[in-house]
């Protein structure tokens, strides 16, 4: 009972330096989001508060909070670096 | 199959809120309220600025206007295009791409107004919301319209800057005194439908993830509660397009049927903006549906005024379902994580998204109500229909009218229907029993046990 109660609460601690938030397969720039979402901007928006610095795991194709972790977890060569294409 | 990640992929900062849209139409608009109420205590007034086309008969009458105001328009399109433009590049938008197509935002919103703005418009239901949804349709999925406009088709930041401005025409007491009700009849119908949509979903083999992303679409604020749960909850991209179509392909159908559905079964304008908040999924398209109910009154046979059916949306829409988005999200955060998730991942609750996912243009809708009430206070109520609604009110109703408008038209260019993904026939199952029952529920709440307070309305 107190493991589980402990497990639950370390839910709730900060993330650490391995979270998607700075893995390279993940990408929160939200006109990357809006291309890669189709129909999304019709009636919503990747730059609303709700989306809250979510963003999209390249490696397993899914959308997600920063937040999550995961053994994939590769770090970021040049954090802030781009190739990406010509913002819209 | 998983992508393959890309190189040196961009990393901007999660901690983005200044470059939120949110944050700047809560600027735009708070501003624009401000600039209102020092006008108007200065004895002056917006009016001269916010122009807009008037009641015409002919062509002739029609070009005549549009040489008189020919510098108004010039005047108000050139200030847009200034905020609007700036607020884009600070959101990290290109400013040239987002200007071309504000401007052409602007000459075809002109259009809009011009048309339904003719003698004849109502009696062939040519209003506002509908021409401008059709016409964006056409322009998008008819003609070509070029990629690199969509960057100013920005549907959700016009209708934003018009709830804020919506603010305005509502006095603080009445939200006070309306929020209890908006938000009791809002969350019994959000949960049940919620539960409703979840179960069926389950019943019907889907995804966890998935059902959760429909039944938070269907309950609570459309494709922005399904892109907050898909985070929360880390959905595959797939199902997040499957959801996409099935919310954008019924809010579309509601924006059509529920004015029509409402008008037939006689409801009072307070009653119907009620019914469109608890029943329409999207913040944008509510507005579309309840802006065309509320052009129903007067000749149309609603009784009520055209505000009211847009005071009472609001009040359940936006302050009764939208601004507990952070709330469920949290709560399906921890459900993914503590039951869903797979041993090899490990995902963190953060309670702060209660408010970072909070939508942060309820607190301009507020600061502007403030500023008016304040504004207002000590005039008699003779004053207020002869000076203040002339005076201060209706140039801030004329700019909302404007960001309505974008926004409408927004919806439709934007919608490429050959890119949606098809949708599975489950999740449309799913989707569509929650819809139902929403429907049903949302009428009994609004008609029945809150009839009494909707149809009482008045600021």
């Not at chain 2, 529920?441 to 046990?449: A, P, Q």
Request: net charge positive; charged share 15%; with cysteine.
């Amino acid at each position: 009972m107190t493991s589980r109660l402990a497990r639950l609460l370390a839910r709730f601690s900060r993330p650490d330096g391995a979270s998607c938030a700075a893995c390279r397969h993940f990408t929160s720039d939200p006109h990357r989001i809006e291309a890669m979402l189709p129909g999304l901007t019709t009636l919503t928006s990747a730059f609303a508060s709700v989306a809250s610095g979510d963003g999209i795991c390249l490696k397993h194709d899914t959308y997600q909070s920063g937040r999550f972790r995961c053994n994939d977890f590769a770090v970021d060569p040049a954090p802030g670096s781009t190739s990406d294409p010509p913002r819209p | 199959m998983a992508l393959q990640p890309v190189d040196g992929t961009t990393k901007p900062s999660t901690d983005r809120a200044w470059l939120a849209e949110d944050w700047w139409a809560v600027l735009i608009g708070v501003t624009a309220v401000i600039a209102a109420v020092i006008a108007f205590r200065a004895g002056s007034s917006l009016a001269w600025f916010t122009v807009a086309p008037r009641t015409w008969s002919s062509f002739p009458e029609l070009l005549t206007q549009y040489a008189q105001d020919g510098v108004r328009y010039a005047a108000l399109g050139a200030v847009l295009l200034v905020l609007f433009t700036g607020a884009a590049k600070m959101m990290g938008l290109r400013a040239a791409p987002f200007a071309a197509a504000f401007v052409l935002i602007y000459l075809m919103s002109i259009l809009i107004l011009s048309v339904t703005a003719w003698r004849n418009a109502r009696q062939l239901y040519l209003e506002t919301p509908i021409i401008a949804l059709v016409l964006g349709l056409v322009l998008a999925n008819v003609t070509r319209l070029p990629a690199w406009l969509e960057p100013g088709l920005r549907v959700e930041f016009y209708i934003k800057i018009a709830v804020v401005l919506l603010g305005a025409g509502l006095p603080l007491p009445v939200i006070l005194q309306a929020g209890p009700i908006a938000i009791v009849q809002a969350s019994i119908a959000s949960i049940v439908t919620f539960f409703i949509i979840y179960r069926v979903a389950r019943f019907l083999d889907l995804d966890k993830r998935l059902g959760a992303m429909l039944a938070a679409g269907g309950s609570i604020c459309g494709l922005s509660a399904v892109i907050a749960i898909a985070g929360a909850v880390r959905a595959r991209r797939e199902d997040i397009s499957v959801a996409t179509t099935i919310v954008v392909g019924w809010a579309l159908v509601m924006i059509v049927l529920l004015p029509l559905l409402a008008r037939a079964w006689y409801l009072s304008a307070g009653v119907g903006g009620a019914w469109i908040g608890t029943s329409e999924f999207a913040d944008a398209a509510g507005f579309a549906a309840a802006q065309t109910f509320g052009s129903f009154t007067g000749t149309g046979g609603v009784s009520g005024t055209a505000d009211q059916a847009l005071w009472s949306y609001t009040l359940v829409k936006v302050v009764g379902r939208d601004m507990w988005i952070g709330i469920w999200a949290a709560v399906l955060s921890l459900v993914a994580v503590t039951r869903w998730e797979p041993k090899e991942q490990d995902g963190k609750i953060h309670l702060v998204q209660i408010w970072t996912r909070f939508p942060k243009f309820i607190l301009g809708f507020a600061v502007a109500s403030l500023l008016i009430t304040w504004a207002a206070d000590g005039h008699s109520f003779a004053d207020f229909s002869i000076v203040t609604r002339p005076r201060l009110i209706e140039p801030i109703d004329t700019l909302r009218n404007w960001a309505f408008t974008f926004s409408f038209l927004s919806i439709g260019a934007s919608l490429r229907i050959r890119k949606l993904a098809p949708v599975t026939g489950n999740a449309f199952v799913a989707f569509s029993v929650g819809v139902l029952v929403n429907l049903v529920l949302g009428f009994v709440l609004s008609s029945m046990v809150f009839g009494s307070y909707w149809n009482g309305i008045r600021p």
